[in-house]
């Protein structure tokens, strides 16, 4: 097995003669059973939901002791690698859950894959209460016929590989068709098409991937077509303005309405990239290429909206639409998968079954995040989320309903994960990656270059 990393110890609550001889959390319980009450609390995931969770709790609760795992050795989740590198501003969240990080309340445990380095049920014996805010990390399949060819890749493997996440560096997107599909509406989509025709020198002084760059440097893709089953009204994909939907509507009606004037007709014309809107069309089949080898293609069945409100739903009228491409990718939404059989899922939904946060019939176990709510909204809905179940955890504490007495929180998981070889990440190993990673993007002016192969990480860290 890989050599992990290890972390400093968290000596505040703990005597110097921590770990006892006895590798049980039922006896490190009856140990320090005469200690002032500490809530000793886990949230599971370091991406905005975690953070916000971890903040919502130190904030009001003055002796709240937050410990947030994480599997990847780097900590903010989608805020480092789903939010698009020619979007920096969203990024600066990571400037205050670096301050929460820092907390002497708080730690980052990196490295530890909760479900199969530590089980849940282990943690919510450590500690009085415990949070899952994983995430989403799957994504939705199309389910059609020739999804498992060549050339149809997952809009969320595509952003992991452009923004640097270690799992999807093995991509290698073949970019060598002039046309590419993104089927969905949403924001992502837009961040697909965005960053494919984005002239590259546009994107050297962001934190794109060294590796992205240059194969985006070689692209040949020309147009991208960004197809939805429904009509404008319904589109997933939002703007930073008030009253959002309207506006949004304005936009997209004077842009198809208005005929352009004549410098605008000029430059569009002579643009050498472009991308359009694809409404009431709904995908069936990737077109394979004569050899069978690839994609080559996407047959789509015309639409029609059926119902009102929140009934409204996309019907075939019976006509198809062949739309020849050499990429085509998937953006129909993320997922979430289930982190332990202990913790109930529903598999339709993609979410773990709750109220308000508590998970059902469990007591002491509480969710945040998409996977309490769903793969939707920005950063700021996944804020006022958090903070709400981290405010229903704080009642639950205050009404007397999580468990009573003092429990050992990392302690005991450090001995159990210690007796499996596994090492965790601390918040300052992090910092050192960091430097190093914003050292790296100095010399080409940027303010970062990722690091991306965990074992050079753990290296950097002398482990």
Not at 67 to 73: G, T, V
Not at 385 to 395: K, R, V
Request: proline residues 8%; positive net charge.
């Amino acid at each position: 097995m890989a050599l992990r990393c290890w972390r400093c110890w968290h000596w505040s609550a703990w005597p110097r003669t921590w770990p006892p001889p006895s590798g049980s959390i039922q006896s490190f319980r009856q140990q320090f059973s005469t200690q002032e009450q500490t809530p000793q609390i886990c949230v599971v995931g370091s991406g905005p939901a975690g953070f916000y969770t971890a903040q919502h709790l130190l904030k009001h609760h003055p002796r709240a002791h937050v410990d947030i795992y994480e599997k990847q050795l780097v900590p903010f989740g989608l805020v480092r690698f789903g939010v698009a590198p020619d979007h920096p501003e969203v990024k600066n969240v990571i400037n205050t859950f670096t301050q929460t990080a820092r907390s002497d309340r708080c730690a980052f445990l990196g490295n530890v894959l909760v479900g199969r380095d530590v089980t849940v049920p282990e943690l919510r014996e450590a500690y009085h209460a415990v949070v899952l805010s994983y995430g989403a990390e799957g994504h939705q399949a199309l389910g059609i016929p020739g999804e498992e060819l060549p050339g149809v890749v997952s809009a969320r493997a595509f952003v992991g590989w452009y923004n640097g996440l270690p799992e999807n560096q093995g991509l290698a997107p073949d970019l060598s068709c002039d046309t590419a599909v993104v089927l969905g509406q949403g924001n992502v989509a837009l961040d697909v098409a965005r960053i494919l025709l984005t002239p590259p020198e546009h994107l050297e002084k962001t934190d794109i991937t060294e590796a992205a760059l240059g194969a985006l440097r070689q692209s040949r893709v020309k147009t991208v077509w960004i197809v939805g089953r429904r009509g404008p009204l319904q589109v997933a994909f939002t703007i930073k303005v008030p009253r959002p939907r309207k506006r949004l509507m304005e936009l997209l009606l004077r842009t198809a309405a208005e005929k352009p004037g004549p410098e605008e007709a000029a430059r569009r014309a002579s643009a050498s990239r472009a991308w359009g809107l694809r409404f009431f069309r709904s995908p069936q089949q990737v077109l394979p290429s004569p050899d069978g080898r690839r994609a080559a293609g996407i047959r789509l069945a015309v639409t029609r909206l059926e119902g009102v409100g929140e009934a409204t739903r996309a019907v075939p009228t019976g006509d198809l639409e062949d739309l020849p491409c050499g990429l085509v990718l998937s953006s129909i939404g993320y997922k979430s998968r289930p982190i332990d059989p202990s913790v109930p899922f529903d598999l339709k939904l993609g979410v773990i079954p709750n109220t308000e946060g508590r998970v059902v019939d469990m007591p002491g176990l509480y969710c945040s995040g998409w996977v309490k709510r769903g793969p939707t909204g920005v950063i700021t809905t996944t804020m006022t989320d958090s903070f709400l179940t981290g405010q229903m955890l704080l009642q639950d504490l205050k009404a007397g309903l999580l468990p009573s007495g003092p429990r050992p929180g990392y302690a005991a998981i450090q001995a159990l994960l210690s007796s499996r070889g596994v090492w965790p990440v601390s918040f300052s190993d992090w910092e050192k990656l960091d430097a190093e990673e914003v050292s790296r993007g100095q010399g080409a002016g940027k303010p970062r270059e990722k690091l991306l192969d965990p074992q050079e990480m753990l290296r950097l860290l002398g482990r």
